[in-house]
């Protein structure tokens, strides 16, 4: 009889963190853990938490109580464990453990620990930014030579798990599908007012180009058809390798990664991205079109107190670079309403960017004080049902614009993944539809199998969703 424990593990927030949980199921395995589909039977649950927006936070909170309700164990890790610490075990005694990122390599014997019911006191955070991480060039060049304990030497990896480079990492796919995140990089080293993540995640650190072509392929050997690179800044990657075009080089690479038939890249700082980057996006076989664009704001004052960079013309010409290559290249963005010192005048700067910029999809969020950000201490807060009101007429603004452009779309061929079944046919996404984020294209046609990207024509809109046919 198996004396393997179980745990259940929940992943919460962004794509960053579902490839965090991979990394982090690999190790539990690797260290004799079995994993879970849920708390019931489990021995310890882990809840992966965001600590990005209020929103989020309540919902870990919610969800870690949740786990204790379900009698196991209850491990807080993530960017909200890792941001808060010791301060959130103390208001959260409903959790047995509250780990850090410095935990995820011994995560087998963090949880060993919390089932014995000797868990060690939480961290104190401090900012991550302030640490020297390994060089990525070093990580890369002592690769070969490190092995994973239990496992003999490189090559010799459990089934399932990631062929290990660079650092070692593990990966166990935690769902299935076409489609899959693939990180570029961890950390960020720009200074936005209003973010907190560089503290605690760090600073930005690229993997070596060939660590992502490895997972890239092994991905690919997983059924994968759709790669989405993830990071905190995308446009940044390389930088701190010396290769400013790193990118740029990397994309035809992974393109041609065989079995791969869609790259899919995420999270571009419009202040960062440059010609050469438009150029290898919109014009790569096998990398799709699509900018998903930080732009935040519209408002030249405005940004500049986000310490930010662009305004509204600035903006649209880069969007106009960006078609002049690509007429049907996907864009989304995300907007901060309520800014402290955002007066009517740059609200409607904003709205006005909105109404002339054409984007697929459009998120709107109302401004609120993060903790340690210098925006919490701005001058010119503005009254939270000002922020409230701006939000709902942005946000009912980005629904007619978005749901406007996808009509545009009707007559147009587009290149459908599919990626489930529907009534009426197969739910998948084009070219310009990113997984979770965007809109989705039903389609419906004969002989149509899952994880194919098939051509088709769009015959209807509703909302940011489309119809398509097969011919």
Request: charged share 30%; hydrophobic share 40%; with cysteine.
């Amino acid at each position: 009889m198996s004396t393997r424990r179980k745990v259940s593990l929940i992943t919460l927030g962004c794509a960053r963190n579902e490839v965090d949980s991979e990394e982090l199921a690999a190790r539990m395995e690797d260290a004799g853990w079995d994993l879970a589909d849920g708390a019931d039977g489990a021995d310890v649950v882990v809840v992966n938490t965001c600590g990005f927006i209020e929103a989020a936070k309540k919902d870990s909170i919610d969800t870690l109580l949740a786990a204790h309700d379900s009698g196991a164990k209850v491990v807080a890790a993530g960017c909200m464990a890792e941001r808060y610490g010791r301060e959130l075990a103390e208001a959260l005694p409903e959790a047995d453990a509250v780990i850090g990122f410095d935990d995820y390599l011994s995560i087998g014997e963090r949880l060993d620990e919390v089932v014995e019911g000797r868990a060690r006191e939480a961290h104190t955070p401090r900012d991550r930014r302030t640490l020297l991480p390994i060089s990525p060039v070093e990580r890369s060049a002592s690769a070969p030579d490190v092995a994973i304990p239990g496992h003999g030497g490189p090559g010799d990896l459990p089934a399932g798990l990631a062929p290990a480079s660079g650092p070692r990492v593990l990966r166990r796919r935690l769902g299935g599908g076409p489609v899959a995140p693939l990180k570029l990089a961890s950390g960020c080293d720009r200074r936005c007012t209003f973010c907190a993540i560089p503290a605690f995640r760090g600073a930005y650190v690229s993997r070596p180009p060939a660590e992502v072509l490895e997972e890239a392929r092994w991905l690919a050997g997983h059924g994968v058809r759709e790669l989405v690179l993830v990071s905190e800044n995308s446009t940044s990657y390389g930088k701190d390798l010396g290769d400013l075009r790193a990118l740029e080089k990397l994309l035809p690479g992974l393109a041609a990664v065989d079995g791969i038939e869609r790259v899919r890249v995420s999270y571009l700082q419009p202040a960062e991205t440059r010609p050469g980057l438009i150029e290898a996006i919109c014009g790569t076989p096998g990398v799709a079109p699509y900018f998903d664009l930080s732009f935040q704001h519209a408002s030249g004052p405005v940004l500049r107190s986000m310490r930010r960079f662009g305004d509204r013309v600035r903006f649209l010409e880069l969007l106009d670079q960006i078609r002049a290559l690509a007429p049907e290249a996907g864009v989304r963005s995300n907007f901060i309403v309520g800014f402290p010192g955002e007066t009517e005048d740059d609200y409607e700067e904003l709205a006005e960017f909105l109404s002339a910029a054409r984007l697929d999809a459009i998120g709107v969020f109302g401004y609120s004080d993060e903790d340690g950000t210098e925006a919490a201490n701005l001058p010119g807060k503005v009254d939270p049902d000002e922020i409230a009101r701006r939000v709902e007429d942005l946000t009912e603004l980005a629904e007619e614009l978005t749901a406007q452009r996808a009509e545009d779309r009707v007559g147009t061929a587009i290149d459908v993944l599919l990626e489930d079944k529907a009534d009426g046919g197969f739910e998948g996404r084009a070219a310009h539809q990113a997984p979770e984020v965007d809109g989705t294209v039903l389609v419906r046609g004969e002989g149509l199998a899952l994880g194919e990207i098939v051509a088709a024509r769009v015959t209807g809109a509703d909302g940011v969703d489309l119809v398509a046919d097969v011919s």
